[in-house]
């Protein structure tokens, strides 16, 4: 079982910056990969990005390509989700999430934990 934990989220101007955390805990042996997710009011929970358990290989939505960027401390089990020239569309509840699953891919159903969420809001 692995046990996730959101941090960071807040109220930030468009244009700002902001950096998530997600600290995973648990049996995290068969973790393959972490991931971001995010849900918007009123639309459906969708990819961020993901990066592999020691970081080799990442990817992201078309929506955040070139402001957003997932790293992590493999040492301390701490994703991370660095958030550049944010955009009020960029409001929404942000998800940790992690995959067993090697051929980790942008499909929820893919992640087997979740974190609890965090607030993120970008006003114009």
């Known amino acids: 079982q692995v046990h996730l934990v959101e941090s960071g989220g807040g109220l930030v101007q468009a244009g700002g910056s902001l950096r998530l955390s997600c600290a995973a805990s648990g049996s995290t042996f068969s973790t393959y990969a972490m991931g971001w997710f995010r849900q918007a009011p009123g639309k459906e929970r969708g990819f961020v990005g993901g990066?592999?358990?020691?970081?080799?290989?990442?990817f992201y939505a078309d929506s955040v390509k070139g402001r957003f960027t997932i790293s992590k401390d493999s040492a301390k089990n701490t994703l991370y989700l660095q958030m550049n020239s944010l955009k009020p569309e960029d409001t929404a509840v942000y998800y940790c999430?992690?995959?067993?699953?090697?051929?980790?891919?942008?499909?929820?159903?893919?992640?087997?934990?979740w974190g609890q969420g965090t607030q993120v809001t970008v006003s114009s």
């Open positions: 990066i592999s358990w020691f970081g080799y290989r990442t």
């Open positions: 999430a992690a995959t067993e699953i090697r051929d980790w891919g942008t499909d929820e159903s893919e992640y087997h934990y």
